[in-house]
């Protein structure tokens, strides 16, 4: 066994009862520490209301502060919210990154509707998580073009495309080549052979992070996809908490 | 710090219960050949699996079958699952060439082939698998050309209860599955659960909750999926040893009348 750090960057708070997913601490917890992660990125992404679901998320932070770190999710479908709930956020409750939806109001993430997510995330350097691409999105669309206007608008945003480390996309692999900023996170149920090595080796070892989807999706299936991955040690180590911790100044 | 296994190895006997060999029509799988199997299993510390051709869901079961025992020519490390389609099938020769191939288990996938899996239709094929111990593998969904077939679980559950002494394996539930897998499991004791995408959270734990460790098959959805993904987080769920050696490899035997 070796011991370094392990950071899950993309885990849900809340039940889920169509799909089974059952959010317990026990669970989480339990889950974790078979799975050897030491810290996992909470967000709750299930109510209108995003306030709700960020104090749960808090709540967890606050009881288990070695264990979680708070991610913030903003609803768009409330857009006069979004600032003053972003200011809480990164206020009292202390998140440390921010998680968008963008299928629960359908308009894409590169649409002015969420420029003021951006700004305030931009002022402050922080990290954005979203779906890189959208069930609604008409085929035509280009991720590339979509996340070189993103990075051209907002320069100091670190984007995180949530899933699209799993999978063997060549425009998201040339996506995270070209701009600085854009990472790539690899939880999915697919468990797609060769999805996690082309991540790493078409795409930057360096900007690659582990994420869980837990508890819809199971920990230590997750991380056993980085673990028999063809890739060397090192790569794996970056990938399962090193850039994460990079990113997001943990101090663990 | 959390503890990982960079160099994890099995510490059991594996025994894959999901495996596809052989080439595709409807796209170009990564690997299809038996020696790329054989490196995929070597690398995951999988000792057989049971493999079963694409070709006999898509076109003609007779002649996927055929093509797969080719394939396998005879290495022991390769044990044939035949597909069936109980409405096209003829019974006399279907059987036979089982008997011939000294098959154990079958494959079928009736909303793909579109058949209602109802008595009336599969019961005489089911009749025949509960005398010889066959046990069948039903997927949850088959997805051919990007479109995706659903099984119907009113079906199975009307159907199977009628076949008390046949073992049925629900392959590759989703959790998409979820909603109805599990109380289909917990109302039919011979039906068992393969594991290939049973991705939720600490699924073998809950599971065990309502049911026991020998109906839970490892599987792998190779060559969609890799081998050793499910056989490390079976090591890393705090299962005891009994259970994962069970799980990995015990429970398949068993149920092919190896064991």
Sequence with gaps: MQDFPVVDFHAHLGNWGRFGMLDTPELFLSCMDNAGIDVACLNCIFHGDSNRGNDRVAEYVRKWPKRFVGAAFISANYPEEMVPELERCFGSLGMKFIKIYPHYVRVAHDDPLYFPIYEFANERGLAIMSHARHYFDPPSVSVYKRYEGLVKRFPKINWVMAHAGGGTSAETARTVRDFPTIYVETCSSGLRYGGIEYAVKKGRADRVLFGTDMPLLDASQQLAKVIVCRITDEEKKMVLGGNAIRLLNLKL | ?259
């Design chain 2, 1 to 259: 710090m959390g503890k990982v296994d960079l160099n994890f190895k099995p510490a059991v006997p594996v025994f894959d219960a999901n495996a596809e060999l052989g080439r595709r029509h409807d796209r170009r799988n990564l690997m299809d050949t038996p020696e790329q199997l054989f490196a995929e299993m070597a690398r995951a510390g999988v000792d057989r699996a049971l493999v079963w051709h694409p070709n006999g869901a898509a076109y003609d079961s007779m002649e996927g079958n055929l093509i797969l025992q080719e394939l396998i020519h005879g290495d022991s490390r390769l044990v044939p699952q035949f597909f069936c389609n109980p409405s096209f099938d003829d019974f006399d020769v279907f059987t036979r060439s089982v008997k011939d191939a000294a098959v154990r288990s079958i494959r079928m996938v009736p909303q793909y082939q579109h058949y209602p899996f109802r008595e009336w239709i599969v019961g005489p094929w089911l009749d025949w698998m509960e005398r010889e111990g066959l046990a069948l593998w039903l997927p949850a969904t088959y997805t051919v050309f990007g479109d995706t077939t659903e099984l119907d679980a009113t079906d199975v559950y009307d159907t199977v209860r009628e076949h008390p002494h046949l073992n049925v394996v629900l392959s590759e539930i989703h959790y998409s599955n979820i909603s109805w897998a599990v109380p289909l499991l917990k109302s039919l004791p011979n039906v068992h659960v393969e594991t290939s995408k049973l991705t939720i959270a600490d699924p073998i734990n809950r599971f065990l909750e309502f049911m026991d460790d020998s109906r839970i098959l490892f599987g792998s959805r190779y060559p969609n999926s890799t081998m050793g993904i499910h056989i490390y987080a079976l090591h890393h769920m705090g299962l005891p040893e009994s259970t994962v050696r069970a799980i990995c490899a015990g429970n398949l035997e068993r149920l092919l009348g190896m064991g």
